[in-house]
């Protein structure tokens, strides 16, 4: 059975259709990749499935549990966490801290209740923060936890956020442009820590630009062109695909003009 079941999915604002009749699965335990040229849809999609948008029609179905129309806390509570393009990390407070937050929904009393270091809280807090230090462990910057986050090398705050959305305990992983902003090298160490958390058994939809990441790490990709899927199937052939190859060529052309 699949973890992920989107089915003729439809968003529309105003008179602009900028997801069409979408539909694709993404079975437990891959990485999943979803690519298409600027405006594509992508990011539109992503906030259908983590629930900052409800669709205009069409389902989303998360371990066979409609999902779509929910709030976006009730779908993190099924199994569900997102990264942005923009790394969003609170100012002020450590990696540890940060990372700390995420965990907030797996917790009986939650993180503010914590930090206010209530008597019946201590335990789980030590606990909380354990299990996080476990995280940054495994992210390999264990060693930063105590470093204000937004002071990080900036392939360093990627990591930090991967690590809070860890801290949720997801199924299902969906990372909106993990490279964007990072160098060959950051982007080649994100690609490695995104394998190494798949195979931990996180399933991963990504959406991503890089095309060498891409093909490096997915099991398959969907491919969007104007909210519409034009292609689905394995990276080897998605590159052979004659309407993608015109579609990201043309885009190449738009941008040769721009420039």
């Given at each position: ?67 779509s129309g929910l709030q976006p806390f009730q779908i993190a509570r099924r199994g569900i966490s997102r990264t942005y393009q923009n790394i969003k990390l609170y100012p002020g407070m450590t990696a540890l801290e940060n990372v700390m937050i995420g965990r907030h ?155």
């Amino acid at each position: 059975m699949a973890l992920l079941e989107i089915n003729q999915l439809n968003r529309r604002f105003g008179g602009l259709q900028a997801i069409s009749e979408v539909s694709f699965a993404v079975e437990p335990g891959i990485i999943k990749a979803v690519i298409g040229p600027n405006g594509a849809g992508k990011t539109t999609l992503f906030n259908l499935i983590a629930g900052s948008l409800p669709p205009s029609s069409g389902t989303i179905r998360f371990r066979n549990e409609v999902i779509s129309g929910l709030q976006p806390f009730q779908i993190a509570r099924r199994g569900i966490s997102r990264t942005y393009q923009n790394i969003k990390l609170y100012p002020g407070m450590t990696a540890l801290e940060n990372v700390m937050i995420g965990r907030h929904i797996q917790s009986r009393t939650g993180f503010i209740a914590g930090m206010l270091h209530l008597p019946w809280t201590r335990r789980e807090e030590a606990q909380v923060r354990e299990h996080c230090l476990g995280l940054l462990e495994m992210l390999e910057i264990a060693d930063l936890a105590e470093v204000e986050a937004t002071s990080l090398a900036f392939g360093q705050q990627r990591a930090v956020e991967l690590a809070r959305a860890l801290a949720m305990e997801p199924q299902l992983l969906l990372l909106d442009e993990p490279a964007a902003g990072l160098n060959i090298y950051e982007t080649a160490e994100v690609g490695r820590l995104i394998s190494k958390i798949n195979s931990q058994g996180i399933t991963v939809l990504l959406v991503e630009h890089d095309m060498s990441l891409v093909m490096d790490i997915s099991h398959e990709i969907v491919v969007l062109s104007f909210g519409r899927k034009i292609a689905e199937d394995l990276p080897l052939q998605i590159q052979q695909n004659p309407e993608v190859i015109k579609i990201y060529l043309g885009e190449e052309e738009k941008e040769d003009a721009q420039g």
